[in-house]
């Protein structure tokens, strides 16, 4: 049938479904056992949204289930892909991923964990493996100062202390 046909109010806006945290093209997805934990729980809730999904209008269903299957599909994929890294198996001495690491820099102390996309959240002190301070640290070990560009400023990061929790 031609759209010349169709009424206005029959044709549906395809909905927008929000992305999922970016994994640069060809980076391995690596997730702590806690982050996978987080994944495998979202998925329950989501797949109990759309299992308990109480709306009548029918063209509102079928946009509100188009969402729900679309953040479905990419939180399958990103499960699919992730590649549990141990915390326990990562060399204790060295910055590595799933270490909770001290450093200082410009006379204030920080703390924070590197892990995987999913589960970064600044409030929590958990920094993505791939964020620039996260990837500057990487392979350091206590003691050790590295030049961090933060702009046009170049900051001095040490390392004061690294653990694996």
Do not use: C, W
Request: proline share 4%; hydrophobic share 40%.
């Amino acid at each position: 049938m031609s759209r010349g046909f169709v009424k206005e109010d029959d044709q549906e806006e395809t909905p927008i479904i929000p992305p999922r945290a970016a994994l640069p093209e060809g980076v391995t997805n690596y997730i702590t056992p806690f982050g996978l934990q987080l994944l495998l729980t979202e998925k329950e809730n989501i797949e109990e949204e759309r299992a308990n999904l109480n709306v009548q209008d029918e063209q509102e269903r079928r946009r509100d289930l188009a969402v729900i299957n679309g953040r479905l599909t990419l939180l399958q994929e990103r499960v699919a892909s992730a590649r549990v890294l141990q915390p326990h198996d990562q060399v204790k001495d060295e910055v590595r991923f799933a270490a909770t690491v001290i450093i200082k820099m410009n006379k204030q102390v920080q703390e924070f964990q590197i892990v995987g996309v999913d589960e970064a959240d600044v409030k929590q002190q958990k920094i993505a493996f791939i964020a620039p301070i996260a990837r500057v640290i990487t392979g350091k070990k206590v003691g050790d100062q590295v030049d961090f560009q933060l702009g046009n400023d170049i900051r001095k990061i040490e390392i004061v202390e690294i653990s694996y929790r």
